[in-house]
C-alpha cells in the first residue's frame, strides 16, 4: 500500500507536468521552481560553506541563464506560439542543472565565452557610458529624488503606525472581557433596536386657525 500510494501523486503529477492541454500554469510554475528557486539556495548554501567549486558552478549557471533569458525577452512574441515550448524550457533547465551532463558550463565554454570575448571591449564602453548617464541623471535630479523617498518613508511609517493601532486595540479589547462584552453588547442592542422615527411637525396654519 505504501508502494500504491507513493506512485499515485508521482504519476498525477508527471501527467500534469506532461500533458499539453490546461497544463500551463503546471509547467511555468515548475520551470520558475527548476531554474531560480532551486539554484537560489544551492548558491546561497556555497556562500555560506565558502566552496569555491560550488561557487563557481553556480556564478557559471547565472550567466548561462541570464544569457537564456535575455533571449527570451526578445523572442517571447514568436516562443508564445510555439507549442510545447515550456516543456522545452524544463527540459533545457534540468539540462543546464545536472551534474552528469554540465550544461551551463558547456553553454558558458561553447557561445558565452567566446561571445563576450569578442565584444568585451564595446561593452565595456557601453556600461561605463551608461553609468556616466545614470549619475549625471541622479545629480541633476537630486532634489525630485529626496522628495519622493520622503513621500515613501511618511507613507510607510503612517501605515505602519495605523497596524501598530489597530493592533494595540485589538489586544485591548481582547483582554478586557468587560470591554469585548460591552462592544457585543452594544452590537446586539442597535441590530435589535427599533429605527428611529421622524418628528412631527406641527402645521402653523392650523394652529392658527383654531
Known sequence: MALIGGAIPSEVGLRLLLCPLGSNVVIRTACCTVGIGLPVYSTFKAIESRDRSEQEKWLVYWAAYGSFSLAEIFLDKFLYWCPFYYHMKFAFLVWLQLPTTNGSRKMYRRHLRPFLLRHQARLDQLLNATSN???????????????????????????????????????????????????RSRIQDGSSAPPPTRPQIEDPESDADD
Do not use: W, Y
Not at 511618511?154 to 501605515?159: E, I, N, Q, S
Open 133 to 183: 548617464e545614470i549619475a549625471k541623471f541622479v545629480m541633476t535630479h537630486q532634489n525630485e529624488i529626496q522628495f519622493v523617498k520622503s513621500v515613501i518613508g511618511k507613507c510607510a511609517m503612517t501605515v505602519r503606525d495605523i497596524i501598530q493601532s489597530g493592533q494595540i486595540r485589538g489586544h485591548n479589547l481582547m483582554d478586557d472581557p468587560n470591554s469585548l462584552a460591552l462592544a
